[in-house]
């Protein structure tokens, strides 16, 4: 009995990339198709039925969203920069990444820093070529991210400095209070005292 080959399953975005290039990662627009009214073989008798064929031949258009997300993207292209296979791809096992999907993952960054850069030094953009395995997110080349870390710990910094400064001014602060505590007490004197008493037995 013959044994049986195990085929690794290559992931359905990495097939599409495959198949479909950079354009896998780019939305498309897709235009349904309308009737026009000269060809229309009933004429409609109610209102209703006239405010249906004309939003029948109002040509509607929507997006059709990428056939690969650019976040699953992302994660096949990191893994493929950790295990060294960046570049290429091997459609048979799916490993690697080409580095032409760069195209359609950058589109709007990659398009940006061209305009700036030719407006910089006068060059055309469609001269400039994509540079194999450049990074062209915010990160420089093979720069890990740090940690983001809380609020609580990215703020610690800030908010002891904010407490110091109290501090220096915690004396003077003191001293205010303490003499409003006592500007409220009444003055000593037999005339206070009457007043205190007259108003403690009408209680």
Request: proline share 5%; glycine share 6%; net charge positive.
């Given at each position: 009995?013959?044994?049986?080959?195990?085929?690794?399953?290559?992931?359905?975005?990495?097939?599409n990339?495959?198949?479909?290039?950079?354009?896998?990662?780019?939305?498309?627009?897709?235009?349904?198709?309308?009737?026009?009214?000269?060809t229309a073989t009933t004429i409609p008798s109610t209102l209703q039925d006239l405010k249906r064929a004309v939003k029948k031949e109002i040509k509607k258009t929507y997006w059709r969203k990428p056939k690969?997300?650019?976040?699953?993207?992302?994660?096949?292209?990191?893994?493929?920069?950790?295990?060294?296979?960046?570049?290429?791809?091997?459609?048979?096992?799916?490993?690697?990444?080409?580095?032409?999907?760069?195209?359609?993952?950058?589109?709007?960054?990659?398009?940006r820093d061209l305009s700036a850069s030719s407006a910089l030094d006068g060059t055309d953009t469609n001269d400039v070529e994509l540079l194999s395995g450049a990074n062209h997110g915010n990160l420089?080349?093979?720069?890990?991210?740090?940690?983001?870390?809380?609020?609580?710990?990215?703020?610690?910094?800030?908010?002891?400095?904010k407490i110091e400064d109290l501090l220096l001014l915690a004396d003077e602060k003191i001293l205010e209070y303490r003499l409003a505590q006592k500007e409220k007490k009444p003055l000593p004197g037999i005339e206070n005292l009457i007043k205190k008493m007259m108003k403690a037995s009408t209680k």
């Open positions: 009995m013959a044994s049986r080959q195990i085929t690794k399953k290559i992931p359905a975005a990495l097939r990339l495959h198949r479909y290039g950079s354009s896998a990662l780019q939305a498309t627009k897709v235009e349904l198709p309308h009737q026009d009214p000269a690969v997300s650019k976040r699953v993207a992302r994660t096949y292209r990191k893994k493929a920069i950790r295990d060294g296979t960046f570049g290429t791809y091997d459609a048979e096992n799916g490993i690697g990444w080409d580095a032409s999907w760069d195209v359609g993952l950058f589109a709007k960054k990659r398009s420089p080349w093979m720069e890990l991210r740090p940690h983001k870390e809380t609020k609580r710990e990215r703020t610690r910094e800030a908010r002891a400095k």
